[in-house]
Each structure stands twice: as structure tokens, then as C-alpha cells.
């Protein structure tokens, strides 16, 4: 038990952590919506391609092929999504976090913000409680400022469509404190309380599955009694689950289609592959904060080595690629992990041997859940929950054996000293100040930049209910994909259609054949092989020559398919491509602009599409602002009086 003055200085230290946050994250205070929240936004509105309930926001796609036609009509599903595509989540509960949020804040995203501020603070708290419930004050505080601070939280606080899986988290804790207390001091009310803590954080989302990792591993590792005791004490948190899971079911909820997502109950084989691979990229994430993002997406190692010049090209493609140094980083993680406890396990105390041991067979298991989704950070908040006590048992055992030196021989004294000081070095570089170096304001800027991308595209207001339109070139996957949706949040108008012409990050070679024809030729590259693409295909999908995909008003024929997949497309279209009704955009690094078909039997190239990006969009509008530009802007930055805006 503590003493007055150590609870004062625990709770002083925890509300330090929480002043931490709270600066950390003000900048999301001001920030707006992002991907998926334009698509919750446009359900609520009545505004969303196709019919759906109150409490179903998350259901992106439903797998009918009436669903699927109606969404390629607005873009958010493309035109090479398979007719059976489905994305939905059974999420009711974060729905209606939505709805209140509408009804409270309305267009005052800041509100919402707020909100999931709220719920963090919520998880950490109920985190630190369980860290202090298992450990000693000091091991516990340090382990709540180690999961308060990591990464894997900062999407989630970001982007207002993850903030269920805070809720979902949240109450998974509590289900695991309830079963805690309904086991240690046998009080069978409580494993009630689990239950329904359980049940509350499935309504928020299927993220609160792998907190019941930790309810298996304290039975099978931790409790204490005969086996079918332990068995039976799991029916509180896991007939609720298995209910769960039927509703989803039943009601055809899931995946299906996708290279992202992985659905276990519709592709059990790709999903259990997938643990293979995807487990050591979330534990490389995890202890050397290597994003598991580059899993999909590259590294930028990539170009720093090779503008070194320590190997030429023809040596590097020799190498192997990324994916085999991220799985190598992720095995040296587990063994790290491992290697680690058995360092400083002597040190802990039979009760603390048995806690970590829970808690780390815990997060392990907790990663198998979230593979059937592309790895991301934010997948690993419930395995990093289960982790950070481990690495706060371990600065306490380098703190021990650095007080231990002073009697040591002085080369011995220095080797040992430089060896743990270099441990505590990895600590915290690695868990505290890597995940503090992220730029909350700036993924908040870019959060915004792609709404003004969007919005700043140029395209007629007034004559955009009549037109199709159709994003020749775009890469980057929210302008992209919910394009129509920014501008409908905006106040705009949307569109008679929109469609997603290539989402290749690759320049287009592209010939007029007919008056109303476009072919187009992947510069260096195919089509519907990356992963933005691959979002909507499943990646065994095999396109053939002459196969075709009929839309609204165009259709789409694969000209030439190497392995499987298209090198040349083929795109008809019903009227001639001057047809006032038709807008052509692309996205180049001045903005979305207009871009003009080339005339009969002409060959253009068409750059690789640009990402949004907030300076060259306010450069392009002050050309625009100031033209004719003087000859001399051409060669350098645009003055600062230009660009000086006085609303900052």
C-alpha cells in the first residue's frame, strides 16, 4: 500500500502524462476529416451513392452487385472492384458516436476532435489502472507514459473513423479488469461486468477482439485451479464474442474481394498465411518503430542508400527487397523481446513473473486478430498495451545494475556501464522519443491539404450536376477514391458521375483511336498492381486480354495483360471525348486541374499523378492571382510579399 505522499506523487506523475498528451495532440483540435469520414459525413447526409441505415457507416460496401454498381458511379468503389466487392464493418455503436457528434457539434469537426481526446485520455487511464493493479507505482507510471506516447495511438486520435477502435479498446480493458477481480478475489458478479464490457466494446467494432487475448492468456498461464475452471471462467468475455462474431455473419458483414482486408471466415488460408509474415512486421513496428505502413508502401532507405552510393544499381537490384529486411528486423524484434526478459526475469518477483509473462503471451496473441487488415500502426495499440510494462521492468532492472557498478573494477566498471547505458539509450529512442518525433501538426496539415486538393480542383460548379467526370491520372487514395464526397462535405454539388480512370503510380502514355476512345500504356509499369489498386482486388486476381468491365457511359477493355496483369487499357466512351458533358481532371503538383484529350491519333503523356501538397497548390493560385507572371518568377520561389497571407 502507498503512503499519502507516493499516491500524491503517482497521481501528480499520471496527470503530467495526460498534460503531455493534451500538448501533444492540441493540434488535432483543428483538424478536419479524413478518408472514410467524408464517407460517414455523405451517409448522414443522404449524399452517400447508395441506401444505407442509421447505424451502418461503416459499411463501405455491401457485396451485391446493385451495391457495387451504384457506388462506381461516385468512385468510391472503381471500376475494376469486382462485382461481388464488400467492405462492411458491423460497428453500430461508433455509427452513433457519429450521429452524436453531428447533433451536437454539426460542421465544428474541432468538437470531434474533442471527443476522441476524451476517449484517449479514458484508455490510458484505464491502461495505467491495470499497470498499477499488476506492478509496482514506478514500473506502472513509466508503462503508462510508454503506451500514452506511442505511435500506434496517433492515427486513431487523428482520423475520426478510427475513434471506435479507442472505444472498442477502452472497454476491452475494462472486460479485463472485471475478469481480473472476478478471478483473484472471487467475486462472480463481476464476471458479468465483463461480459457486458465486452459487448459494448464489439458494438464499437471487432477491434476489441484482441483484448480477449489477454483474458485467455491470464487463464492459461496466470489463474490459478484445475483447467476446466479455468475453461469455464472464459465464458463471460468469449460466448459474447462468439455471438458476436454469428451476427456478423449472419448479417454479411466483412471482406471479400480485397487485397487489404482479409476476411478469416471467407479466406481462412490467406488469412493464416498472413500471420506468417504480418506478425513480425507489427513487432518490428513495435520495439525499432520500422512503420509497418512500409509493408505495402516502400521505405525511404531506399533512396538515402542508394544516393550514398555505396552500391551501384546493378548491384541493389541484386538484393533482396523490403519485405525481406522488414520480416528480418521483425524475427530480431521477437528474439530482442526475448532475450530481454530473460535479462532481467531473475530481477522480478514471482507475482511480477507471472503478470509480465500474462501480459506478453497476451500482446503476441493480440496481433493474430487485426492481420486480416493492411499493416498498419495503429493495429498494435492492444498488443503495444500488454508490452509497455515489459519495457518498464526493464529500464527498472538497467536502473538496479547501474547502482550495482561502484564496486566493480574500473575496465570492467566501463564495459558493463556503456553496455546498459546503451540499453537505456535504445529505450528510450525507441519507445519515447522515435514516436514524439512524429509531427501531429503536420499530419494534421496534410489531413487538410487533401480536402483543399480536392476542392480547389477546377471544375464549374454550376454545370457539374450535368457532367461526368473522370480523374484520368490520381494516386493518391483519398483525393482519388472519395473526391466526390470532399466536395459534397464542401457544399458543392456533386456530379452525374465520377470515375477513377488509373490509380497507377506510373506516367501514362496515351493515344486518341477514335473520336470517343482513349487508349492508355503504364509507363515502366502495369496497372492494378499497387497497393492503392489492390485495395479493390484481391491480389490473385488474373486479368485477361479482350476482358471487359461495362460502365455508365464507358467501358473498359484490358488491350494487353502482363502476368496477370493489364499493360494496356482500353477505355469507350459513349459520346465524343469533346462532348461538353464530360470533364477530364488530372492531378499534377499544381493542384487538380482540367486536362484536354489529345486530338485523333495523337500520343500524349500524361505525368504520373502528384500527391497533394499544400505549397505548390498556394503557389499555383498566386500565379493565377498575379498573372501575366514576370518572366523572372519562372526561375526562383515566388517572393514572400505573394504568398504572405494576413489571416495567419
Keep these: 500500500m502507498l503512503s499519502l505522499r507516493a499516491q500524491r506523487a503517482y497521481m501528480m506523475g499520471l496527470g503530467s502524462i495526460l498534460a ?55 468512385g468510391s468503389l472503381p471500376w475494376w472492384a469486382p462485382d461481388d466487392f464488400r467492405i462492411a464493418f458491423m460497428r453500430p455503436l461508433s455509427s452513433a458516436a457519429w450521429y452524436f457528434d453531428h447533433w451536437l457539434f454539426g460542421r465544428n469537426y474541432g468538437g470531434y476532435h474533442a471527443h476522441s481526446l476524451f476517449v484517449l485520455f479514458a484508455l490510458v ?48 480493458s475494462l472486460a479485463l479488469h472485471a475478469h481480473l477481480t472476478f478471478r483473484e478475489q472471487h467475486k462472480p458478479a463481476y464476471a458479468l461486468w465483463s461480459a457486458l464490457a465486452v459487448t459494448v466494446g464489439l458494438l464499437f467494432g471487432e477491434w476489441a477482439i484482441p483484448m480477449l487475448a489477454y483474458v485467455a492468456a491470464y487463464e492459461l498461464v496466470a489463474a490459478k485451479g484445475p483447467v476446466r475452471q479455468r475453461a469455464l471462467a472464459l465464458l463471460p468475455t468469449f460466448v459474447p464474442t462468439l455471438l458476436f462474431l454469428a451476427a456478423r455473419a449472419y448479417f454479411q458483414y466483412g471482406a471479400r474481394g480485397s487485397g487489404a482486408y482479409v476476411d478469416p471466415g471467407a479466406d481462412p488460408v490467406r488469412f493464416w498465411a498472413s500471420v506468417i509474415h504480418r506478425v513480425p512486421v507489427f513487432f518490428a513496428d513495435m520495439l525499432w518503430n520500422v512503420p509497418s505502413e512500409w509493408w505495402d508502401h516502400g521505405t525511404p ?36 523481446l526475448g532475450l530481454t526478459f530473460q535479462l532481467y526475469r531473475k530481477g522480478l518477483t514471482p507475482e511480477e513473473q507471472r503478470n509480465v509473462r500474462f501480459l506478453l503471451l497476451g500482446a503476441i496473441a493480440a496481433l493474430v486478430p487485426v ?42 566498471f566501463a564495459a558493463r556501464f556503456a553496455s546498459l547505458a546503451a540499453g537505456v539509450a535504445v529505450i ?20 487538410a491539404t487533401t480536402g483543399e ?70 509507363m515502366g509499369s502495369v496497372y492494378l498492381a499497387s497497393g492503392e489498386e489492390n ?20 467501358k473498359v477493355r484490358a488491350e494487353e495483360v502482363v502476368d496477370g496483369h493489364p499493360s494496356q487499357l482500353r477505355f469507350t466512351f459513349d459520346r465524343p471525348l469533346e462532348d461538353p458533358s464530360y470533364v477530364f481532371l488530372t492531378a499534377l503538383p499544381n493542384g487538380i486541374v482540367r486536362w484536354t484529350p489529345p486530338s485523333l491519333g495523337e500520343q500524349v503523356l500524361v505525368p504520373r499523378a502528384a500527391d497533394p501538397h499544400w505549397p505548390s497548390l498556394e503557389n499555383y493560385r498566386d500565379y493565377v492571382r498575379i498573372a501575366p507572371v514576370p518572366d523572372m518568377l519562372h526561375y526562383g520561389s515566388i517572393p514572400f510579399f505573394l504568398t504572405f497571407d494576413p489571416r495567419r
Excluded at 374 to 396: D, E, H, K
Design 453 to 522: 486538393w480536392a476542392q480547389a480542383a477546377e471544375l464549374n460548379v454550376s454545370t457539374l450536376p450535368q457532367q461526368r467526370v473522370f480523374m484520368v491520372s490520381g494516386s493518391e487514395f483519398t483525393t482519388t477514391f472519395f473526391f466526390s464526397y470532399i466536395w459534397a462535405q464542401a457544399g458543392f454539388p456533386l456530379p452525374k458521375s465520377y470515375y477513377p480512370i488509373t490509380a497507377c503510380p506510373c506516367a501514362n502514355q496515351v493515344t486518341r483511336t477514335a473520336p470517343n476512345e482513349l487508349l492508355l500504356r503504364g
Design 301 to 336: 532507405w531506399r533512396d538515402w542508400i542508394l544516393s550514398l552510393w555505396l552500391f551501384t544499381p546493378e548491384v541493389w537490384v541484386r538484393f533482396p527487397d523490403w519485405h525481406f529486411y522488414q520480416l528480418l528486423l521483425g524475427a530480431l524484434a521477437m528474439l530482442a
Design 428 to 447: 528510450v529512442h525507441f519507445q519515447l522519443y522515435s514516436p514524439l518525433q512524429a509531427n501531429i501538426a503536420a499530419q494534421v496539415n496534410h489531413y
Design 535 to 554: 485495395m479493390f482486388q484481391s491480389p490473385g486476381r488474373i486479368w485477361h486480354e479482350g476482358e471487359t468491365v461495362l460502365l455508365e457511359d464507358m
Design 20 to 74: 503531455l498528451l493534451l500538448w501533444f495532440y492540441a493540434p488535432t483540435l483543428h483538424d478536419g476529416l479524413f478518408a472514410d469520414d467524408y464517407i460517414a459525413l455523405a451517409i448522414m447526409d443522404g449524399k452517400f451513392a447508395a441506401p444505407r441505415k442509421t447505424l451502418d457507416l461503416f459499411n463501405f460496401a455491401d457485396g451485391t452487385p446493385e451495391d457495387v454498381y451504384a457506388l462506381r458511379r461516385l
Design 125 to 172: 487511464l484505464s491502461a495505467s489502472t491495470l499497470y498499477r493493479r499488476l506492478f509496482p507505482a514506478g514500473v506502472a507510471l513509466f508503462a503508462a507514459l510508454v503506451f500514452a506516447v506511442d505511435d500506434s495511438l496517433q492515427f486513431p486520435v487523428l482520423w475520426l473513423s478510427n475513434r471506435g477502435g479507442l472505444y472498442a479498446l477502452f472497454f476491452g
Design 371 to 412: 492481420v486480416g487488415s493492411f499493416p498498419s500502426s495503429r493495429l498494435t495499440i492492444a498488443a503495444y498495451m500488454g508490452l509497455a510494462p515489459a519495457f518498464a521492468l526493464f529500464m527498472r532492472e538497467l536502473a538496479r545494475r547501474l547502482g550495482a557498478l561502484s564496486f566493480a573494477p574500473t575496465f570492467r
